[in-house]
């Protein structure tokens, strides 16, 4: 499968974005999905995951403002985002596992090659 990341840009402290993963060569159903990011100078870190049969996921301190979802007839995944803060500036990547299900990035096999959200204040 190939992920293609998109959606990111600037935006302001408080404000709202949806980064969309669009999967080519197999459905998104076929596969776990997760979102993880990366900030500057910081190691990459999980933000969220759906499983093949639907079940979200997400890191503790992102849940309720961070929401993962998928469309499986345009075979996308999507991560809405409210209430955006500084810290949430980091370049954003989506993955996919046929198998594993996991808050680590190297149970992935599948990744896109990001997209960058930069918040201002």
């Known amino acids: 499968v190939q992920l293609q990341a998109s959606g990111g840009g600037l935006v302001q402290a408080g404000g709202s974005l949806r980064l969309s993963c669009a999967a080519s060569g197999r459905t998104v159903r076929s596969y776990n999905m997760a979102w993880f990011r990366q900030a500057p100078g910081k190691e990459r870190e999980f933000v969220a995951r759906i499983s093949r049969s639907g079940i979200t996921y997400y890191t503790g301190s992102l849940q309720g403002r961070f929401t993962i979802s998928r469309d499986n007839a345009k075979n996308t995944v999507y991560l809405q985002m409210n209430s955006l803060k500084n810290e949430d500036t980091a370049v954003y990547y989506c993955?996919?596992?046929?198998?594993?299900?996991?808050?680590?990035?190297?149970?992935?096999?599948?990744w896109g090659q990001g997209t960058l959200v930069t918040v201002s204040s």
């Open positions: 993955a996919a596992d046929p198998n594993n299900l996991s808050t680590s990035g190297s149970m992935y096999a599948y």
